[in-house]
């Protein structure tokens, strides 16, 4: 059985920085890739960052480049979304997924296992 928890979210002030881990579980790590998602209230779910299986590959959405970065470490089946400069608009929950795959996707259709999301909240 698969399974993928996020930890790491909170409530902090604009600017500063937040570290989310996801823990997997029942997954083959050399064969999937993971990503990171989110969704704030009143929108649709949306792409983040994805890394491919080794991690040499890696995409961020380009609202959170260059204040994003996505990780993973195999060895402890971990993958981690450092968040940096955080603003207002990056509250949202966010959600760790897994692909039956080991090439990074981008949309949420291409992932098959979903994280139950840990909640970031921003102030000003």
């Known amino acids: 059985q698969v399974q993928l928890a996020e930890s790491g979210g909170g409530q902090v002030q604009a600017g500063n920085s937040l570290r989310l881990s996801c823990a997997t579980a029942?997954?083959?790590?050399?064969?999937?890739?993971m990503g990171w998602f989110r969704q704030a209230p009143g929108k649709e779910r949306e792409f983040v960052a994805g890394i491919n299986w080794s991690g040499r590959d890696t995409r961020h959405a380009a609202s959170v480049k260059g204040r994003f970065t996505i990780s993973r470490d195999n060895s402890k089946r971990t993958v981690d979304l450092q968040i940096n400069s955080l603003k207002p608009e990056d509250t949202a929950i966010y959600y760790c997924?897994?692909?039956?795959?080991?090439?990074?996707?981008?949309?949420?259709?291409?992932?098959?296992?979903w994280g139950p999301g840990t909640q970031v909240t921003v102030s000003s």
């Open positions: 029942g997954l083959a790590v050399l064969d999937n890739a």
């Open positions: 997924a897994a692909r039956r795959d080991a090439g990074l996707g981008v949309t949420p259709v291409e992932y098959d296992y």
